[in-house]
């Protein structure tokens, strides 16, 4: 797997900014590794529309420019990684 060339600090439940629980999508050529430690996060993707439950077990990949939100489900503990290519591939 790559490195990550950068990292989020890590979010809560309570602390998940309101720009990850809206739309938002990566820029061109930067991929998202979405890692929960603790508890549960849905993903929703928006293009194509399909929606992931992420687990400590069970990352989640975003890929360039894919336009998503995020919501919380209960306590959870969660950190986004970005790369500059496919971190799954």
């Given at each position: 797997m790559p490195?990550?060339?950068r990292s989020t600090p890590m979010f809560d439940e309570t602390t998940l900014p309101a720009a990850f629980r809206a739309e938002h999508r990566?820029?061109?050529?930067?991929?998202?590794?979405?890692r929960v430690l603790e508890?549960?996060?849905k993903l929703t993707y928006l293009e194509p529309r399909s929606e992931?439950?992420?687990t400590a077990t069970t990352p989640a990949i975003i890929y360039p420019e894919q336009?998503?939100?995020a919501e919380p489900l209960g306590p959870m503990r969660m950190q986004?990684?970005?790369y500059h290519e496919d971190p799954g591939g």
């Amino acid at each position: 797997m790559p490195t990550p060339y950068r990292s989020t600090p890590m979010f809560d439940e309570t602390t998940l900014p309101a720009a990850f629980r809206a739309e938002h999508r990566t820029k061109a050529g930067v991929w998202g590794l979405v890692r929960v430690l603790e508890g549960q996060l849905k993903l929703t993707y928006l293009e194509p529309r399909s929606e992931k439950i992420v687990t400590a077990t069970t990352p989640a990949i975003i890929y360039p420019e894919q336009p998503h939100f995020a919501e919380p489900l209960g306590p959870m503990r969660m950190q986004v990684d970005f790369y500059h290519e496919d971190p799954g591939g």
